[in-house]
């Protein structure tokens, strides 16, 4: 009998339906009571495929912020940015959010091009990455019940 295995690791293509929006590839790393995640957008010139390129070739440092889950309801969780950038700082916020959500540790790297926040696209583009998190971590907490 082989022991649990208590980290597992999924890469997702979230296709935004925007076609002025890149496509977002989601890499969720789930351990005990933790998610680490990475969200990037994928290359427009390279075959998407199952998004592993798009991992591989991301960065993790652009802005990457951990966050803990409040310890009483009502309370802000408390969070900290690991490396950040001047040109980002969607990390932080949102890493909060997921960790009030549901409720676990979020360690939450977002390597979203520059390009889009300084043409205003920055703002629907973070959304659209929120969004998809959010989804794909119901999924996953629903196929763990």
Do not use: H
Request: aromatic letters at 6%; one cysteine or more.
């Amino acid at each position: 009998m082989e022991p649990a295995t208590t980290t597992k690791i999924q890469v997702k293509v979230l296709d935004s339906g925007d076609p002025s929006q890149p496509t977002l590839v989601l890499q969720v790393t789930q351990m005990v009571d933790t998610y680490m995640l990475w969200i990037g957008a994928a290359d427009s010139n390279s075959n998407i495929g199952n998004g592993e390129n798009a991992v591989l070739n991301g960065s993790l440092c652009k802005d990457w912020a951990c966050a803990m889950p409040p310890r009483a309801p009502g309370e802000n969780s408390a969070a900290t940015s690991l490396f950040r950038s001047s040109s980002s700082d969607i990390a932080l916020s949102m890493a909060q959010r997921l960790a009030k959500r549901f409720k676990k540790q979020v360690f939450l790297s977002v390597d979203i091009p520059s390009g889009f926040s300084s043409l205003g696209g920055g703002q629907k583009l973070a959304f659209d990455a929120e969004k998809g998190i959010v989804a794909a971590l119901k999924e996953i907490e629903a196929a763990t019940i």
